[in-house]
Nanobody, 118 residues
Framework: VDLVESGGGLVQPGGSLRLSCAAT????????MGWYRRTPGKEREPREM??????????EYANFVKGRFTISRDYAKNTVALQMNNLKPEDTAVYYC??????????WGQGTQVTVSS
């Protein structure tokens, strides 16, 4: 099983980006999926939760993205997306996709860089 991310890049403040993550492989069943990030200078700290969504569709957002980011999931395709609007320079970070499986294991994606700068 692997998590393949896409959609990062450079955007100006106030702009938008959409991150996507697909779980590939076979023989797995996913519970929750989510997005986390690690901002510059915090490489030694745990990734901070950005948004996550359960198998039942319940969503949770960090306070610093509420009203700007939206997480969505395609259960049939085992994908999760993060629509990021009104991006701010402080959103600059490496964003990681995460998945929790029904066998109580978890997996991280490789990370995708998001840079918000004029």
């Amino acid at each position: 099983v692997d998590l393949v991310e896409s959609g990062g890049g450079l955007v100006q403040p106030g702009g938008s980006l959409r991150l996507s993550c697909a779980a590939t492989g076979s023989g797995f069943s996913i519970n929750g999926m989510g997005w986390y990030r690690r901002t510059p200078g915090k490489e030694r700290e745990p990734r901070e939760m950005v948004a996550r969504i359960t198998s039942g569709g319940t969503t949770e957002y960090a306070n610093f993205v509420k009203g700007r980011f939206t997480i969505s999931r395609d259960y049939a395709k085992n994908t999760v997306a993060l629509q990021m609007n009104n991006l701010k320079p402080e959103d600059t970070a490496v964003y990681y996709c995460a998945a929790d499986f029904t066998d109580n294991t978890g997996l991280w994606g490789q990370g995708t860089q998001v840079t918000v700068s004029s």
